[in-house]
């Protein structure tokens, strides 16, 4: 059950209004409205179970204050906020999107096993995330040019946009697709704690890499480095001296060589500080200069 409503979150991604139930355009408008109202539906049966909890006296162990605690005040103020918004249905309909799924993992914790509740949401929450990064990618290999700049690694490089808000009729843009695939690396690293799946997930994990550079999402980079450097901080403290030493060697090795070749440099220059005036484009075959 805790999976299913976690999918009705899911689904509610991207999705239209409920007007659009009983003031459909079509099938497709009749389905947005369904899925729109699927994650106040998880919500909801997160709260009445957490109310037969408190009901029977029984409360979360371990402690309120954390992250999960700090989104739901995020929300709150949200909540506050579209009192004053210019248009208050439309700020109130967001904030309760939004606070749905805070809502929906205090009902997890308030279960009287919350880690073996949560397990399972984690694992598939990596299988959804690789799954839409799969997608994403035989996109851009059948669709886009992502084979061109594999052959031709220099224009990786380059960090040029690719053509995703095109290819999708202004769905999806290369930072959304950036997020996807910076995750799916997070997740590989984390993997590769495994013994037995580590050649599986370092597969994975320069797949991401590659896909990453492809989307010049720069804030996906930074997301991802920040991800990376914390999971192998945690990585290292708790498996001991061997492993940081090891970590260390290997970053005193890289960093010269990525130096030295100049594509440190490149990297800053056309992927992290470039500016949208600035991006390097391609010529035209059929140029005459």
Same mark, same amino acid.
């Given at each position: 059950l805790p999976v299913a409503l976690w999918a009705m979150l899911f689904l509610g991604l991207g999705a239209g209004r409920?007007?659009?139930?009983?003031?459909?355009?079509?099938?497709?408008?009749f389905i947005d409205g369904i899925r729109s109202v699927l994650p106040l539906v998880a919500a909801g049966s997160a709260a009445v179970f957490m109310v037969y909890r408190i009901l029977q006296?029984?409360?979360?162990?371990?402690?309120?204050?954390?992250?999960?605690?700090?989104?739901?005040?995020y929300g709150v103020i949200g909540l506050v906020a579209a009192f004053n918004s210019p248009d208050g249905s439309a700020a109130l309909w967001w904030t309760g999107l939004y606070l749905s799924v805070?809502?929906?993992?205090?009902?997890?914790?308030?279960?009287?096993?919350?880690?073996?509740?949560?397990?399972?949401?984690?694992?598939a929450t990596w299988l959804a995330v690789?799954?839409?990064?799969?997608?994403?990618?035989?996109?851009?290999? /059948?669709?886009?040019? /992502?084979?061109?700049?594999?052959?031709?690694?220099?224009?990786?490089?380059?960090?040029?946009?690719?053509?995703w808000l095109d290819l999708t009729s202004g769905r999806i843009r290369g930072t959304g697709v950036g997020r996807y695939a910076a995750i799916s690396g997070l997740i590989a690293i984390s993997g590769m704690w495994i013994p037995k799946w580590r050649r599986v997930w370092s597969v994975v994990?320069?797949?991401?890499?590659?896909?990453?550079?492809?989307?010049?999402?720069?804030?996906? /980079?930074?997301?991802?480095?920040?991800?990376?450097?914390?999971?192998?901080?945690?990585?290292?403290?708790?498996?001991?001296?061997?492993?940081?030493?090891?970590?260390?060697?290997?970053?005193?090795?890289?960093?010269?060589?990525?130096?030295?070749?100049?594509?440190?440099?490149?990297?800053?220059?056309?992927?992290?500080?470039r500016s949208e005036s600035a991006a390097p484009v391609k010529p035209a075959a059929n140029s005459s200069t």
């Open positions: 409920p007007h659009n139930i009983w003031d459909s355009n079509g099938l497709d408008s006296g029984s409360m979360p162990t371990g402690r309120f204050f954390g992250p999960l605690l700090l989104a739901s005040i805070p809502v929906f993992l205090w009902g997890i914790v308030w279960a009287a096993d919350p880690l073996d509740q949560l397990r399972p949401l984690v694992n690789i799954l839409a990064a799969s997608v994403l990618l035989l996109l851009a290999i /059948f669709k886009l040019d /992502f084979i061109d700049r594999i052959q031709d690694p220099s224009l990786l490089m380059e960090c040029r946009s690719a053509n994990l320069i797949i991401s890499l590659v896909f990453l550079l492809y989307t010049a999402a720069r804030g996906s /980079f930074v997301g991802f480095g920040a991800g990376a450097a914390l999971i192998l901080i945690i990585y290292m403290v708790s498996t001991g001296r061997r492993a940081l030493a090891i970590g260390l060697v290997v970053v005193a090795i890289a960093l010269p060589i990525l130096w030295g070749t100049g594509l440190m440099n490149q990297f800053l220059e056309n992927c992290f500080f």
